[in-house]
């Protein structure tokens, strides 16, 4: 792709009934078309910043949105943070969009994409599914859940939070204090609290109990897609290995594997190579 002119950025609301999701848009003057970025449970928009602006200045207007609960958006007045819910706000922003949209969706956002894709076909140009599958590790689910308990009670400081993060991730420790305070926010106890609903714990809690009957049904759905998908797969990942990897693409008519050196935060831990695969990809739908 020809590297155009520094793209311009703006703020992006999206009504979806219950609620409102906000977000940013980079977009060159004669884009190639729509990239809609979902990042994963816990996580904002803010995860997919230097993918967003790779694609940006490569021709595509790249749209990040905060899920329900998460970041700038509006939090579920009745505490609703499952999997039909997220896929339902997809699917409104994929109806407000004037063209089919390249859905690139990793972890809970992943999965609300293979869903609404299922149900709004022709609205979706592409799909980029990363680091998910219907059939996830169980060991892999609950080290997310139990690092997402273990600190509600929030952090007297950001040193805090880089550790844990750090420490979750087996790496040294984030030093880019602009960077965590995309992550959390500080109250009026002066303590730094994650960016999102403490409720999402539940929702999390009630889809991992039911992951069996709900990966079949999403396997059903997958079998409805019908648009080109890049499955990408962490191998260092804990939550999805490469059988269940291989039980979703076998149900997919039109898809592709990549492998990415890194963990289930495959963005985060590698986004020169992931990004280097997503562009490779969506060189392809203009051929």
Request: hydrophobic content about 40%; overall charge negative.
């Amino acid at each position: 792709m020809t590297v155009q002119q520094e793209p311009t950025t703006s703020t992006v609301q999206f009504d979806c009934g219950e609620l409102h999701l906000r977000g940013v848009r980079m977009a060159p003057q004669t884009p190639f078309g729509e990239v809609l970025f979902l990042h994963g449970a816990g996580q904002t928009r803010h995860s997919w910043g230097g993918s967003m602006r790779h694609l940006a200045q490569r021709g595509w207007s790249a749209t990040a949105v905060d899920l329900r609960g998460h970041g700038d958006s509006d939090w579920s007045d009745s505490g609703n943070y499952s999997l039909e819910a997220n896929a339902a706000d997809v699917a409104h922003i994929l109806t407000a969009i004037a063209e089919p949209v390249v859905l690139v969706g990793a972890s809970l956002g992943g999965l609300a994409s293979l869903q609404a894709a299922a149900t709004h076909t022709h609205h979706v140009r592409a799909l980029v599914l990363v680091d998910i599958a219907p059939r996830a590790s169980t060991d892999g689910v609950r080290r997310i859940h139990e690092f997402m308990l273990a600190h509600t009670q929030g952090f007297a400081s950001l040193d805090e939070v880089a550790a844990a993060i750090g420490e979750y991730k087996g790496v040294d420790r984030p030093t880019n204090a602009a960077g965590l305070r995309k992550v959390v926010r500080q109250h009026h106890d002066s303590r730094w609290y994650w960016h999102w609903d403490p409720r999402l714990l539940s929702a999390h809690q009630r889809t991992a109990a039911g992951q069996s009957q709900r990966a079949d049904t999403l396997l059903q759905m997958a079998a409805r897609i019908h648009t080109p998908t890049l499955v990408v797969r962490g191998t260092q990942s804990d939550v999805i290995d490469q059988e269940g990897v291989d039980e979703l693409r076998r149900v997919l008519p039109y898809s592709f594997e990549t492998n990415v050196a890194a963990g289930h935060m495959v963005a985060g831990d590698d986004n020169d190579v992931f990004v280097a695969a997503l562009t490779d990809f969506l060189q392809r739908l203009q051929h």
